[in-house]
């Protein structure tokens, strides 16, 4: 019995199923632009097979492991490793037992779709997952990982991804990318410019990174001249291994276009652990505007992604370090916050910016707007919390009417768990087609526009938005 509905996410009344279904099957096989994600380069470069089905599914992947925990199972029983090298659970079908064991946690989220698409779509997996299945599937998908077709490469082209985007640091040697590139290898594995580590004064070891990035660049990073001459140098060297975009993390949308004084000021402050929270979101602030100018010089798309109270767990965090689940969405203002990036090059539409946000609230009030009118702006999907059926509708019925579909950039998985991605697109592509059928039925789109605009939703526009 298969695991999947055949019209799961289209609409449940007849004739906007029928349309809708009609829509999704001109766009499901379209290729995958991936363009904003986590996977790991070093999958692609050395092709390795992947270790076990645990270390695929659960270890790695936060919306696994967060729900598991809140449930009261210890992330060390998961495999999460520790800061401090403490023990953790390393017996892999221990710990693929106990996801399948509580798999029933999963009931009506994304991550059930999500997973029950990679078990059947990829492993071809008809049984629910379960304890008293767990065994049979562990044995067919680690048999599965020890062949060929199972490799990472393999499964790229499988997954019929035409471009896919890993993110790394300013100070990453990016040597996985040069092993690509060298291997001669066809798959279009390119990398993003993520430089929050040597922006953020409140980042552990700011002023070690912006050393390192002054030593890679060959600049005198500790000079504001030369920090900023480093980051151009850097994102240079990102845009030889293909990068086509930038991506800030931030606490808030803050902006600020302050003198040059006045930002080198507190560069020197910032260097010197001197920085008050004021004056460091300040400089967060400043720097964004910044990068904002060089995008428009060097032509890398912009992304912010701000709005995530990020390891809210002091004990976590201590424990686990970062990224383990404990990043919980927050208010985020856009209108005042980014005004001064705005007023200095939000007129450009030669320079695309794209924006994310966990605050649903804003997208009526605040972003769409913004985006519906600023030519250098565009609405970024859903997002983390928000990547799921209700997530993407609500999405278009509070953006559309006010920035249309084509301030918009289509979908990007932003994941790090491969298997995920083309479950995430077709995910994306049914919603978007019952939303689509549904202005249909409603009068508010023609039915022949209907499937023009499936396309550049699933495919055109975010290979148009990201240069892909």
Not at 39 to 61: I, K, M, Q, S
Not at 192 to 203: G, H, K, L, M, Q
Not at 296 to 309: C, E, F, N, T, Y
Not at 375 to 402: C, K, N, Q, V
Request: glycine share 8%; proline share 5%; charged share 25%.
């Amino acid at each position: 019995m298969p695991l999947l509905d055949e019209d799961r996410l289209f609409a449940t009344d007849p004739a906007v199923r029928t349309l809708a279904r009609d829509l999704y099957d001109g766009v499901k096989d379209l290729p995958i632009i991936s363009p904003h994600g986590h996977t790991d380069p070093r999958w692609f470069a050395e092709n390795g097979a992947f270790p076990d089905p645990a270390t695929l599914f659960v270890t790695p992947d936060h919306y696994v492991f967060r729900m598991l925990h809140s449930q009261g199972i210890a992330l060390e029983d998961l495999g999460v490793p520790r800061v401090d090298g403490g023990a953790t659970e390393t017996d892999s079908r221990k710990i693929w037992n106990l996801f399948a064991s509580n798999y029933h946690l999963f009931r009506g989220t994304p991550s059930r779709i999500w997973v029950d698409h990679a078990l059947q779509e990829v492993f071809g997996v008809d049984e629910r997952l379960s304890a008293a299945s767990a065994d049979a599937i562990y044995d067919h998908i680690d048999a599965s990982l020890k062949t060929d077709a199972f490799r990472p490469r393999s499964l790229f082209k499988r997954f019929n991804i035409e471009a896919i985007s890993t993110t790394e640091s300013a100070i990453d040697d990016l040597k996985w990318h040069k092993m690509i590139r060298d291997s001669g290898w066809d798959g279009r594995v390119i990398t993003a410019y993520r430089p929050d580590t040597v922006i953020d004064p409140e980042c552990d070891g700011f002023a070690d990174n912006v050393a390192k990035m002054g030593e890679l660049a060959g600049e005198d990073a500790t000079t504001w001249g030369g920090y900023l001459a480093a980051h151009r140098n850097r994102r240079a060297f990102f845009k030889s291994f293909g990068a086509t975009s930038s991506d800030h993390g931030h606490l808030t949308a803050r902006t600020e276009d302050l003198p040059e004084d006045e930002a080198a000021a507190l560069f020197d402050r910032a260097l010197q652990g001197k920085c008050s929270s004021e004056e460091a979101d300040r400089f967060r602030g400043h720097m964004l505007t910044e990068m904002a100018r060089m995008s428009r010089d060097d032509g890398l798309v912009m992304q912010i992604h701000p709005g995530s109270a990020r390891n809210h767990s002091a004990d976590i965090m201590a424990r686990f370090g970062r990224d383990k689940g404990y990043d919980i969405p927050m208010r985020t203002d856009y209108v005042t916050a980014l005004r001064p990036l705005l007023n200095a090059v939000g007129g450009d539409a030669g320079l695309t910016i794209i924006l994310f946000t966990l605050d649903e609230s804003s997208y009526a009030r605040e972003l769409a707007p913004l985006a519906g009118v600023y030519p250098a702006l565009r609405l970024g999907p859903p997002w983390w919390f928000h990547d799921s059926y209700e997530g993407m509708i609500r999405f278009r019925e509070m953006a559309t009417e006010t920035a249309g579909f084509y301030n918009t950039v289509g979908f990007n998985d932003d994941t790090r768990a491969f298997c995920s991605i083309p479950a995430r697109h077709d995910v994306a592509r049914r919603v978007d087609c019952t939303f689509l059928a549904t202005l249909v039925a409603t009068g508010r789109l023609d039915r022949d526009e209907a499937p023009e605009v499936a396309h550049d939703l699933s495919y055109r526009l975010a290979k148009q938005a990201y240069k892909l």
